[in-house]
């Protein structure tokens, strides 16, 4: 089976049917805010665009590893020692610290947003300790505009963050195990995909299969910051698709997609 059928059954067998499940539990705000600085909402007025980071430009570099790692304690007491799984997860985490190799084969971009719309820390850590604004979008129109201009089976995860505590790995709030049973469901399917069509598991097989592993740590947060009650739009797409505008700023990937939906200001 080649690369694009797998991915395919990967995401039609494996991902949809989980992700769905997972996601009519979810408690969906109508809004959703994003704190930023008076130049950059300008920026974003003038131009009508919206930047994402690159997974290996976020704000606490190790982020992306420390939910990996709670995936793996989520996956390790369910899984045999046989599966294919924790060989998957642990050669992914290996190629992260190949760090230009990772913004050139991951194109994933992530925009964060919260849904508190007074938040002083929040407002002190991402608004120009206070001088700066705070963006109100209907979350809706976000996520409908979003999947108008990009091309990619992601582009509707506006999805709430889930924190965990930094020694145990453990799930902070209750809720959290419909997160944690979707993240194990949906890596029980991709073992016994694997397994049923006898799919060799090489370097391709590995990388496609981790960019979900990735999608999910994005949702991943240390309890540091369980008061944000941060939103997530993790993006996994092409790097020149139709649409998409790319740039390297310090070595570090980040892209932009023009839209415009509705929103209001507050300052």
Known sequence: MNIIDLGNKVYYECFETTFNSYVDRIDFKDLVYHYTTQSKL????DSKELWLSHIMDMNDPLELYFGIDVIIDILS???PKKSIIPKILQEGIYRLHYFNSVVEEKPIFVSSFSELPDDLKQWIH???NGLGVN???VRKHLVSSVKA???SRTANLLLPVHYFYYSSKKRIFAETIHF???????????DD???REGITVERNEINMIFDYAILFAMF???GLYEQEKEWRLVIKTGLNLKHIKTKIQNDVAQMKYVTFPLFSVKQ
């Open 42 to 45: 300008g920026m974003i007025l």
């Open 77 to 79: 007491p369910r899984f």
């Open 126 to 128: 991402y608004a120009n």
């Open 135 to 137: 963006i109100e979008f």
């Open 149 to 151: 201009n990009i091309d």
């Open 180 to 190: 944690e049973d979707m993240i194990y469901n949906f890596f029980k399917n991709i």
């Open 193 to 195: 995909l694997l397994l």
């Open 220 to 222: 991943i947060k240390q």
